[in-house]
């Protein structure tokens, strides 16, 4: 079990979280992760249903975005995290399997910078070992890594597709005026994590993050707005998306662990590939 010991009073509470999920030499007990398919996990965290903002009902056409009717959503909050909005998996098979074909064929092809130097043409690879050497590209206004900022000389233009998906997401949850300005697709192999750390490189702190993954499951830890605060754990599963707004837009959050899933698959040309792989693409508004 997670140590009880942990607790608010911890300097370092999220760190001790962190590690605990993410120890390999003994695998960590996932009794106490948050499932948003099993309602059996829900414990005593206050997650409530959320209905879709009036307006965005099944009226809206998505079918072309790979997403399921907008009333068949199944959107949760969480009482102990204000501002978080978790909707499982609203995609189609198909849907997901467009959007990973995005990622692939698209998203990470020039003028959008990847992490990979090498001469490349991901489209277009068959190797495996070259694949999961990709860890990211960058959409729209494309982040600048070392000084952690945005630079208006340095951004192209943003997915069509992307956006309105976007749109779409954050006018379901109340935010009518979001606009879709810079991605980060993460590409993680099974053996990635992501450490605990706060989005706040963008002017707009009052528009959401919206976080969408595809693939493998993985174990998402939400904490506050300091390291002390004890992180809630939840599984993220294909197709979850995960949206960060008002009191938590700017709290600590980190992947510690990939989980493979056996259930999970794809057809197509990335069906191999993706097997053990997760995919996230995060969106979210720059400007004011």
Known sequence: MLQE????????AFRRVFKYYK???QAPDLAGVINFQDESTFGQNGIRVYSPCSGYGSSVTVDDLGLKPLDDWNIFTVNKHPGLFFISNPFTKSGIEYWIQQSFENYCLPPNPINIQENVDIRNCSDDTILQKLRWATLGYHHNWDTKEYDENYRDKFPCDLSRLSTIIAKCVGFKTFTAEAAIVNYYSLDSSIGGHTDHSEKNHDAPLISVSFGQ???FLLGGIEKNVVPTPMFIHSGDIVIMSG???LCYHAV???IPNAEFAVDGRWSTI???MRLNLNVRQVNL
């Open 256 to 258: 510690p662990k990939i």
């Open 247 to 249: 009191p938590t837009r």
């Open 5 to 12: 010991g942990i607790t608010n009073c911890d300097s370092d």
């Open 274 to 276: 993706m097997s053990k």
């Open 23 to 25: 120890k390999k030499c």
């Open 217 to 219: 499951t993985a174990i």
